[in-house]
């Protein structure tokens, strides 16, 4: 089978198992722009305690993230661990795009090659945070990399170490540039990830075993 089908199969056999499960978990955009910065380094148990703390002083938006002090964000993004660096980020990331775009909406509509290269040229938008604000915070065909997903396809066999991840710049493409389809396939592979697919595996009651390279040679034999 190609890597093109390969793809195809294993969003099947996850779709039946999980379905549509409706990520990113935000209200708005603008949150989940702040939720892709608070994640960084850390798990989103975390975040959780962090966005709380800004959604109950009404911080949960970039235009007032950027009228806000280090100071008071510091405070309520403690949870989130590296807290200094998120905070100078997210006062970076948000005074910028309002003071020169006024709104993440009209950023989004200079397009995407403009965006990719206006959020990448931020201080503190590694890979994986430019491409979960452009899938999940504006709505373009992206496909996001993270930890989960190099370890979920290195066991089941789609790649053969970490230096091919560019084979992932073809999903888009492969899905179609379906927006949903794409927010879903990473959403339950982070959701596999967490179920079965753990830094220590638990592969006998993973929908995967049919497919998995890891499966069939460190388990069955
Ligand atoms: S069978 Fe095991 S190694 Fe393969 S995807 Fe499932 S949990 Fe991961």
Redesign the pocket.
């Given at each position: 089978m190609t890597f093109d089908s390969n793809i195809l199969l294993i969003e099947r056999l996850l779709y039946d198992e999980f379905g549509d499960l409706n990520w990113w978990p935000a209200n708005t955009s603008d949150e989940v722009v702040i939720g892709a910065i608070l994640t960084q380094n850390t798990s989103w148990g975390n975040v959780e305690k962090a966005i709380s703390n800004l959604r109950e002083e009404n911080l949960l938006d970039l235009k007032s993230i950027s009228e806000s002090s280090r100071e008071n964000i510091l405070r309520l993004i403690r949870p989130s661990g590296f807290y200094n660096q998120k905070a100078d980020r997210l006062l970076v990331i948000s005074t910028k795009i309002i003071s020169e775009f006024g709104s993440l909406d009209k950023l989004s509509k200079r397009g995407m090659e403009f965006c990719i290269k206006y959020l990448s040229d931020l201080k503190g938008v590694g890979k994986e945070t430019l491409d979960s604000i452009l899938l999940y915070a504006m709505d373009m065909p992206r496909f996001v990399v993270d930890k989960y997903t190099i370890r979920?396809f290195l066991?089941?066999g789609l790649l053969n170490s970490e230096r091919e991840s560019r084979k992932f710049e073809k999903i888009p493409e492969i899905l179609d540039y379906n927006v949903p389809r794409l927010k879903n396939l990473h959403a339950m592979i982070v959701e596999?990830s967490k179920k079965?697919?753990?830094s220590k595996?638990?592969?006998e009651s993973?929908?995967?075993?049919n497919i998995?390279?890891?499966?069939k040679e460190?388990?069955l034999p």
């Open positions: 979920y066991r089941i596999i079965n697919c753990k595996p638990f592969c993973c929908i995967m075993r998995c390279k890891y499966y460190r388990i």
